[in-house]
């Protein structure tokens, strides 16, 4: 998830004057990006009926690509703990919060509508007014019974973006410098709440409390560790980056516990399990390539900075991206299975690193 949504425009402490990107986290967000489309390209590969892929036998891979709504999570806690202390002034919330819903909703809404033209064409009898009505607020602050999916079912991930940078706002009325602490206790206690009375059924309730909030604490305490200055013993960095390894290969092999489906977070009460499986490797992982930038031991290729500035876009489009690539697969009756993924990956990056050239960028202008 976001976070590919988070603003462009982290500088490193030390670069502040010069605004330079954090070029890991930009090509963390990529490699995010392209490991959810990873998940979903399998998924539409199954459809096609065009064989077994290599990709979808191998122990649990199909499913591991979730992993990066994950590190978005991460991610999105770190850059606002970055950015959001210039705004502890004056009128610093309303700022804050405008500039975050400006960030995500426009293009989000748009591709919504491209959606709803699209579902009213093949279904004109359906009206699906409680989805359109999710697809707008985002916040399950009308689900009745259960969390209601946006249209764009990928929404869910924005959901819990836009609840934290409410938070983050709300927070920011404090004037504090030190806000990011208090609104790290104050979420944590609530996540606490939830694990506490399990009972309650309450939608809202659910959201609130949920684990995978712990994901973005977790990108808070490494943007605190981060502007303090800390330096990593080299055991201690590499010691990170072999636990985030071991640790998600063994959600390959082993599996994670049916974690990887977005109705196992909001509904069925496995926050926990996939905040221990992915969330903890994601911070750990997070954490090592910042601290490796931090003391210039990195580099990285332009190309893969392009896909982390365009990660946002390629995460709303590839929907679209694949369907369309799917549709092309089936009428031409090929088979090769696994270079259908890989070729699909490839198609929506491209396609969606497009629409942030034309389309994001000049909106963000």
Excluded at 127 to 152: A, R
Excluded at 273 to 284: E, H
Excluded at 332 to 346: C, K, N, V
Excluded at 348 to 361: I, Q, S
Aim: aromatic share 14%.
């Amino acid at each position: 998830m976001t976070s590919n949504q988070a603003s462009h425009q982290a500088t490193h402490p030390a670069a502040s004057q010069n605004h330079q990107k954090i070029l890991s986290i930009q090509v963390l967000r990529g490699l995010a990006a392209v490991l959810v489309i990873h998940s979903h390209a399998i998924g539409h590969q199954m459809k096609l009926n065009n064989g077994e892929a290599w990709q979808r036998q191998f122990f649990h891979l199909a499913s591991f690509g979730a992993v990066g709504v994950d590190i978005f999570f991460v991610i999105s806690g770190f850059i606002i703990t970055l950015v959001a202390r210039k705004f502890v002034r004056e009128h610093g919330c309303q700022d804050f919060f405008a500039k975050r819903l400006l960030r995500i909703l426009p293009i989000y809404w748009a591709l919504t509508l491209v959606e709803l033209i699209h579902a009213f064409i093949r279904h004109p009898e359906r009206s699906p007014l409680s989805t359109t009505i999710k697809s707008i607020i985002l916040l399950p602050i009308f689900d009745q019974e259960n969390f209601i999916f946006p249209i764009i079912s990928l929404g869910w991930t924005l959901s819990f973006e836009l609840y934290f940078y409410l938070v983050v706002a709300l927070f920011l009325l404090l004037k504090r410098k030190n806000f990011i602490v208090q609104l790290i206790a104050f979420m944590g206690s609530l996540v606490g709440i939830g694990l506490f009375v399990p009972e309650i059924s309450n939608p809202l309730f659910r959201f609130m409390t949920n684990p995978i909030i712990i994901e973005f604490l977790l990108g808070c305490l490494i943007g605190i560790l981060y502007l303090s200055g800390l330096r990593l013993k080299p055991n201690v960095s590499y010691g990170l980056l072999g636990i985030a390894i071991l640790m998600f290969l063994g959600t390959i092999i082993l599996g994670n516990g049916d974690t990887s489906r977005a109705e196992t977070i909001l509904i069925d009460d496995k926050a926990s399990i996939r905040l221990l499986l992915w969330g903890l490797p994601s911070a750990a992982l997070v954490a090592r390539l910042l601290f490796l930038e931090l003391n210039q031991r990195l580099q990285f290729n332009r190309q893969l900075i392009l896909f982390g500035d365009a990660s946002y876009s390629i995460y709303l489009t590839h929907y679209f991206a694949l369907t369309t690539f799917t549709k092309f697969w089936y009428i031409s009756r090929l088979p090769f299975p696994d270079l259908f993924i890989i070729l699909a990956i490839t198609f929506a990056t491209f396609l969606g690193t497009g629409f942030y050239l034309l389309v994001e960028k000049q909106l963000l202008h």
